[in-house]
């Protein structure tokens, strides 16, 4: 697949955020990138069907988008992908997997999957940027490892990621917990400090306390990392197989439509004039 995906890397990686722009004009768009699992009891959550149909007949499909559909939207853009691959149409393929990545990503997070998404309920405000964000920016590139091997087809997709789900639900709370204990511990002039980012200097969690809250995780973000990363590529593999592995050098539609960049338009200029309501 290294054909169709390596030369337009560039592509994949400026259209991954495409989503999350689009939560700034579509408003049922939020609820796409998480699941508050902890909302249907206990883990393992058995009283939540994995199907979406018999969970929609138990719980409404109000109730079910207020507290987040991510497991069951990945499943439909994989089918999506399936069909774009069928259809051997390029422009499509490249938009549906840069977008399917993204979904998938976010069911990494162990705070997608919580009610306390950014420690609101705990006085942590902000504790989801510094895990996804602020720590991965500071040592992706220098220190951590995202050579994971190849990808893998899946045979039961749905399974997959809802187990990649309660691996983050589980997660969650290790996450808060640490930053407490790490917060009453840090001396409180020194957990913050002001850095230029994209040539704004702005507030955020130092260096050294976010180097120490890694240690205290012991490697829970770049082993989540390394999970979203095989899981897209098995994700994006296993829409080939299941359409019948057509010839990626024989694709239809190379080039995106007129609609297809008025699409992108629209998302930029949502990205930068608006404010996003829904749920992180």
């Known amino acids: 697949m290294m054909v169709l995906y390596k ?8 259209h991954a955020v495409d989503p999350d722009k689009r939560r700034y004009i579509l408003p049922q768009e939020g609820a796409r990138h998480f699941i508050d699992i902890d909302h249907y009891g206990k883990y393992p959550y058995t009283d939540l069907p994995r199907k979406w149909n018999e969970a929609v007949a138990k719980f409404s499909e109000d109730s079910l988008s207020a507290n987040g559909i991510g497991p069951w939207w990945v499943q439909i853009m994989l089918q999506r992908l399936t069909n774009a691959f069928k259809e051997k149409d390029q422009a499509k ?18 705070l ?12 942590q405000k902000g504790i989801h940027g510094f895990w996804e964000s602020r720590i991965p920016e500071l040592l992706a590139d220098k220190e951590w490892d995202f050579f994971i091997g190849k990808a ?60 120490l809250y890694n240690e205290k995780l012991k490697g829970m973000i770049e082993r989540r990392m390394r999970q979203s990363i095989y899981a897209v590529a ?32 629209e998302l930029n200029a949502a990205w930068n004039n608006n404010t996003i309501r829904d749920h992180e």
């Not at 393929?93 to 162990?110: F, T």
């Not at 204990?181 to 409180?188: D, T, W, Y």
């Open 112 to 123: 997608h999957a919580s009610s306390n998404h950014d420690g609101q309920l705990t006085d």
């Open 93 to 110: 393929i490249l938009k549906l997997s840069a977008e399917l990545g993204h979904y998938i990503a976010d069911l990494h997070v162990p």
């Open 234 to 265: 098995s994700f994006w593999y296993t829409g080939w197989v299941n359409a019948g592995q057509p010839d990626l050098t024989k694709l239809n539609h190379t080039n995106f439509s007129p609609e297809d960049q008025r699409e992108f338009d």
């Open 152 to 211: 893998e087809y899946i045979s039961k997709p749905g399974d997959f990621i809802w187990k990649r789900v309660l691996e983050s639900g589980a997660a969650a709370d290790t996450v808060l917990q640490f930053e407490k204990e790490l917060s009453n511990q840090f001396p409180s002039d020194r957990k913050f400090s002001f850095e230029e980012r994209n040539g704004i200097v702005v507030r955020q969690f130092s260096s050294a306390y976010s180097k």
């Open 7 to 14: 030369p337009f890397s560039g592509f994949l990686t400026e």
